[in-house]
């Protein structure tokens, strides 16, 4: 499209016009930090070609490395970095939009610790009723490397709760020597309260295969009531090729909405299949696409019935209907890492070697009023 | 080597990043502003963000043809933006709820500007090339950017009658010229 551009060279433009909505439109450091670091990505994901894991995992190092090279390289945006307001929105990078609305949403933690010469401190954190959400900043005297694990093994405990916890942790180095993060953790059922105790023991720095454990002790403990929500039970399946996914029940929160559901693998394929699980794109009736976060799921393997659930951003107040397509990922290998609960890392045996497939169930569409 | 204002154009098309950085800390404003004027407040947030990365991306991967200084820059990212916005405005196609800015463009042309929009951009981009300068200016400002024909006869101090003359002898000279090609 080069014409295009020597084009729009030579034309007239409304001078008045532009010096108004320049003047008129206001940006945060945030908002610059988020554009800046989205369109690195695009500038460099352009020339890598190579698409092999090792290299989009150097890429991903390089990426974190290009947060740090603006911290050191603009003064004005180190000095905004370590005051980043809302770290939920800040890490989502514009991708989903789901966090968007956390912060406002949320309860001020705000306690930091410290110990080993680094501190930790929990900003904010808020419970949906099925997920936990907090953020985190790590400040410390030495560099942990492009992205540290804060906390090895399981560091979050809910009282009086026994089930099992599923997570994600994400951590970004934003200026030299300095992190932010933000974990979720969902579990199954549903709770009011949730009293937490966070204990972190060790951070882990990785460089270059290498890995360092910084021993300490961080704790903390907060409640988090569940923000107010309205339920919606739905209870409509689909069905391919003998797998059915059922959604079961659809929460709206001030800041999101939580879809559970539950997929079901026949019989036959139970036994062969390691790893099969349901994803869900979600639309609404005004044509909003909305991305959503997993939320991991528990289940029976002895009965081929999992239970999931995904977070998406808040539901558009004028919508009315969502269509929601159930998209199934079978795979037929299995392998990686699993922790015990002493944190102590064993490697699965890898199996199988087929490709793994995808099948697209027939749309489900939910009446929300 | 520091990037600042009389370099950073420079660097730019020696594609050093810190140039990409320089003119998002200087220019998000305006982008942004316009973005969202074109878009209007009723679209998804992802839909404004994905175009204002694509409007630097454009000067990132363009930045090349560019000749001039600070002020010319600041006009010709404007103008680039505006097309991008415009052009994401099109592909979204009509919504339940538009904004005033963009339900006064949508009305603003007719179905046989529409058809010609349906053109090729490149190809209309290069058929454009071959008008008179004036004419250049009005196809460009026209269908790239959106303006409609009175403020373009405001800027380039013509009567709206030469304005929608010389578009209507254009389209004319454009439609024989693909009727020659086919």
New interface residues.
């Given amino acids: 499209m080069r014409d295009i551009y020597r084009l729009l060279k030579e034309v007239e433009v409304d001078e008045m016009e532009m010096s108004e909505i320049e003047e008129a439109t206001k940006v945060t450091m945030l908002e610059k930090a988020k554009v800046k670091k989205r369109l690195l990505k695009s500038v460099r994901k352009k020339k890598g070609c190579a698409g092999t894991k090792v290299i989009a995992a150097a890429f991903a190092g390089l990426l974190v490395g290009g947060t740090a090279y603006l911290g050191i390289n603009n003064p004005a945006y180190a000095a905004g970095i370590p005051v980043i307001g809302d770290i939920f929105r800040f890490l989502d990078n514009g991708r989903t939009g789901v966090y968007d609305l956390y912060q406002v949403n949320s309860n001020e933690v705000n306690v930091s610790k410290e110990s080993n010469g680094i501190q930790i401190t929990v900003k904010d954190a808020v419970f949906d009723g099925k997920t936990i959400s907090y953020t985190y900043e790590v400040k410390s005297p030495q560099d942990l490397g492009e992205s540290p694990l804060i906390g090895v093994g399981p560091s979050l405990r809910i009282q009086n709760y026994t089930g099992g916890l599923a997570g994600s942790d994400h951590v970004e180095k934003v200026a030299p020597n300095t992190y932010v993060g933000q974990a979720n953790y969902s579990i199954a059922g549903d709770m009011e309260q949730v009293e937490c105790q966070l204990t972190i023991n060790d951070i882990l720095k990785i460089e270059n295969n290498q890995h360092e454990k910084i021993n300490g002790k961080w704790s903390f403990a907060f409640t988090l009531q569940t923000v107010e929500s309205d339920v919606k039970l739905v209870h409509k399946r689909t069905e391919k090729d003998g797998y059915v996914v059922t959604i079961d029940k659809i929460k709206l929160t001030p800041m999101s909405f939580v879809t559970d559901y539950t997929q079901q693998v026949p019989d036959e394929y139970r036994e062969r299949l390691q790893d099969v699980s349901a994803h869900l794109i979600v639309k609404d009736d005004l044509g909003n696409v909305y991305e959503g976060e997993d939320n991991g799921g528990h289940g029976d393997a002895s009965t081929g019935i999992m239970n999931w659930s995904m977070t998406f951003r808040k539901l558009e107040e004028k919508a009315s209907k969502l269509t929601i397509t159930p998209i199934i990922y079978i795979s037929e290998n299995k392998g990686g890492v699993s922790f015990d609960e002493n944190g102590k890392e064993k490697k699965e045996t890898p199996v199988g070697t087929r490709e793994n497939k995808k099948v697209t169930m027939p749309e489900i569409t939910i009446e929300i009023k | 080597m520091?990037c600042d204002e009389r370099n950073y154009i420079e660097r730019l098309k020696k594609k050093k990043?810190?140039a990409?950085?320089y003119i998002?800390?200087k220019y998000?404003?305006?982008v942004?502003?316009?973005v969202?004027?074109v878009l209007g407040p009723t679209y998804?947030?992802?839909e404004i963000?994905e175009c204002?990365?694509d409007v630097?991306?454009?000067v990132?991967n363009?930045a090349n043809?560019?000749?001039?200084d600070g002020e010319?820059f600041?006009?010709?990212l404007?103008?680039?933006t505006k097309?991008q916005a415009i052009d994401y405005y099109r592909k979204i196609g009509k919504?339940?709820?538009v904004s005033l800015e963009a339900e006064s463009l949508a009305q603003g042309l007719s179905t046989e500007d529409q058809v010609v929009l349906q053109e090729n951009?490149?190809e209309l981009?290069?058929f454009?090339?071959t008008l008179q300068?004036i004419d250049?200016?009005i196809f460009?400002?026209k269908y790239?950017?959106g303006?409609k024909s009175d403020?373009i006869a405001n800027?380039?101090g013509l009567t709206r009658t030469a304005v929608d003359n010389r578009v209507f002898r254009g389209k004319k000279k454009l439609a024989e010229q693909a009727t020659m090609n086919r």
């Avoid at chain 2, 043809?65 to 001039?68: A, D, L, M, P, S």
Wanted: proline letters at 2%; hydrophobic letters at 35%; one cysteine or more.
């Fill in positions: 520091r990043e810190d990409l950085e998002v800390d998000l404003g305006l942004k502003g316009t969202c004027k998804q947030s992802g963000e204002i990365n630097f991306l454009a990132w363009h043809q560019f000749e001039g010319d600041k006009k010709w404007y103008k680039i097309y919504r339940d709820e951009k490149r981009a290069a454009i090339h300068p250049q200016k460009a400002m790239f950017l303006v403020d800027q380039l």
